[in-house]
């Protein structure tokens, strides 16, 4: 079986910039385009958060689709389901807007359309090859590959760091 592809990030890398935001709120509109999207009702949202951990620390927080998600055993309406390559979903037929999702979400990434009264989470972007988040960062800080890929880049940047300390 072939390791799905996930989001990582490189916490070191991100600005700030916000590019990701508003990337994923157009891929997520009816016009997928910026221009359409900012006039769009209900306006898009963005799936993915930036968040100012210190002032010099930019975190992007995306779903991390949990082997054991919260919010798919806390949905009552049974709106909330795991696709074929393990990416959990929300179904917004399905969704009444109770919001429990939200609350036991550990990483509170799964947002509230008060228009549409409908929780809304990151979907990977599913027609497209790279989220559209991950295509549009421009400093390399969010990355789309296997755990297994991307944990041995890790371990090859902290190899050649320790031995650059070495020397």
Request: net charge positive; aromatic share 6%; proline share 6%.
């Amino acid at each position: 079986m072939t390791q799905p592809k996930e989001i990582f990030v490189k916490t070191d890398r991100c600005v700030g910039c916000l590019s990701c935001t508003i990337a994923c709120a157009v891929a997520h509109s009816n016009s997928r385009t910026l221009f359409g999207a900012v006039f769009e009702k209900p306006v898009p949202k963005s799936r993915i958060y930036v968040e100012w951990s210190d002032p010099d620390k930019k975190i992007p927080l995306v779903c991390r689709h949990c082997e054991e998600a919260p919010c798919m055993f806390a949905c009552i309406s049974g709106a909330i389901h795991r696709d074929e390559n393990g990416v959990v979903l929300t179904d917004t037929d399905k969704c009444i807007g109770c919001w429990t999702c939200v609350m036991v979400c550990p990483y509170g990434v799964i947002g509230r359309h008060l228009e549409t009264h409908k929780a809304y989470r990151c979907d990977r972007c599913p027609d497209r090859d790279v989220p559209a988040c991950v295509s549009a960062c421009p400093t390399g800080a969010l990355v789309y590959e296997t755990a297994a890929s991307f944990s041995g880049a890790v371990r090859k940047s902290a190899s050649r760091e320790l031995i650059r300390s070495e020397g």
